[in-house]
C-alpha cells in the first residue's frame, strides 16, 4: 500500500522529535461543567461515568505512578524514547487553579516533551494558560490542548448537549494560538443531525483558525448514557458506514494538509457500548477510507483552495 493520503499524526512525531514519542493517559477525578449545572445538567449525551477514557488507569493512582506503569508497558512494548503526558478524561481546565498546577507540575518530567491536556471550548482560562506557559518555557516541554469540538453545527451541539457554542470554539482556539500552543481538534462525523455541508464547513474552520491536529471518530453510543437511551427508543437514525466514510473523506479534502491527523476512526470496548464502528474493525475502516482515496485518487487538503479567497475582480 502506498503511503497515507493524509497526513498521519506518527509522521508529526517523528518530524517534530526525532524519536518514537508515546502517550501516557492520565486519568484525574474530575468532572465536566455541563454535568454540574455550570453549563448544562447530565452531561453530553454521548459521555458515560467513564468520561471518554475506557483503559487508563484507575484515578486512584497518582500522576507520577500513572506515568511511571505506563510507562514501563510502552517502552517494552513500543521502544518508546520520550513521552507525552496525555491529561484525557472530562474537562481538565475545569478545576481549582492550585490543583491544576500541582497536577501539571508533577507531570513535567525528563523524557516527557508535552504534555497534552484534554478540555472544553469554554474552558480555557487566561490564568491556566500563564501559567502552562510558565511550565513549558521552565521544563521545555510542548503544551497542545485537545478540544472536544464535535461539530461545528449549533443545533447539534444542543441535541449533543455540549452546552458550549461554536463562537466558544473560536474565541478558544484564537486564546491558545496567542500562546503559542498546539491544538487538537476532536470531531465527531457521522452524526445523525450533520450533513455534508456542515461537515465541509467544520473542515474549513478548522483550517483557517489553523488548528495543528485534528480526531475524527464516529457516533458510537455508549451503555448508560442518554444517547443509548434515545437509540433504545428510535429517536434517530444512524447513518451507514459508507455515509460515514465519504464523510471523512469529504472532511479530509477539505483540511488544510499541513495538519496533523491522529485517527479517522475511533473505538471503545465492545462491553461498553450499545454500538460502535457497525460491528467492523476500526483498523478496517481506516484501511478501506485509505484505499478508496487512493483509488480515487484525492487526499488530505486537495480541495483546500478557500484559503487566500477564491474569488477575483
Not at 497536577?103 to 494558560?129: G, N, W, Y
Not at 477539505?254 to 491527523?261: C, E, G, R, V, Y
Not at 475511533?266 to 478496517?284: A, V
Request: glycine share 6%; charged share 30%.
Amino acid at each position: 500500500m502506498n503511503a497515507d493520503p493524509y497526513y498521519p499524526y506518527s509522521e508529526y512525531l517523528k518530524k517534530k522529535y526525532g524519536k518514537k514519542v508515546y502517550k501516557l493517559p492520565i486519568k484525574l477525578d474530575i468532572t465536566c461543567p455541563n454535568r454540574d449545572g455550570h453549563a448544562g445538567i447530565g452531561g453530553c449525551i454521548f459521555c458515560n461515568e467513564k468520561g471518554g477514557s475506557f483503559e487508563n488507569l484507575s484515578e486512584k493512582y497518582s500522576i507520577t505512578q500513572q506515568l511511571e506503569k505506563n510507562r514501563e508497558y510502552i517502552k517494552k512494548r513500543y521502544k518508546a524514547e520520550c513521552f507525552i503526558a496525555y491529561f484525557q478524561n472530562f474537562s481538565n481546565t475545569y478545576m481549582p487553579l492550585d490543583a491544576f498546577k500541582k497536577f501539571m507540575l508533577e507531570a513535567a518530567k525528563a523524557d516527557v516533551v508535552a504534555i497534552q491536556i484534554s478540555t472544553r471550548p469554554d474552558c480555557i482560562h487566561r490564568e491556566h494558560l500563564d501559567y502552562l506557559q510558565k511550565i513549558s518555557d521552565t521544563y521545555k516541554v510542548d503544551i497542545v490542548f485537545e478540544l472536544g469540538v464535535q461539530t461545528v453545527n449549533n443545533r447539534t451541539l444542543k441535541i449533543l448537549n455540549r452546552g458550549h457554542s461554536l463562537s466558544d470554539t473560536i474565541n478558544a482556539i484564537i486564546k491558545i494560538k496567542k500562546y503559542g500552543f498546539e491544538v487538537c481538534t476532536h470531531m465527531i462525523l457521522g452524526l445523525s443531525w450533520d450533513d455534508m455541508e456542515d461537515v465541509i464547513e467544520g473542515a474549513k474552520i478548522l483550517s483557517l483558525l489553523e488548528t495543528d491536529q485534528v480526531k475524527i471518530h464516529s457516533l458510537y453510543i455508549p451503555k448508560n448514557t442518554e444517547l443509548g437511551s434515545m437509540y433504545k427508543r428510535q429517536e434517530f437514525e444512524l447513518k451507514t458506514l459508507e455515509q460515514y466514510k465519504e464523510e471523512v473523506k469529504m472532511f479530509l479534502r477539505f483540511l488544510d494538509p499541513n495538519i496533523a491527523i491522529q485517527r479517522i476512526v475511533g473505538r471503545m470496548p465492545e462491553e461498553d457500548s450499545l454500538f460502535c464502528n457497525w460491528d467492523t474493525s476500526w483498523w478496517k475502516i481506516r484501511d478501506d477510507i485509505v484505499k478508496e482515496m487512493q483509488d480515487e485518487n484525492i487526499s488530505q487538503g486537495d480541495l483546500y483552495n478557500y484559503k487566500e479567497g477564491i474569488l477575483c475582480i
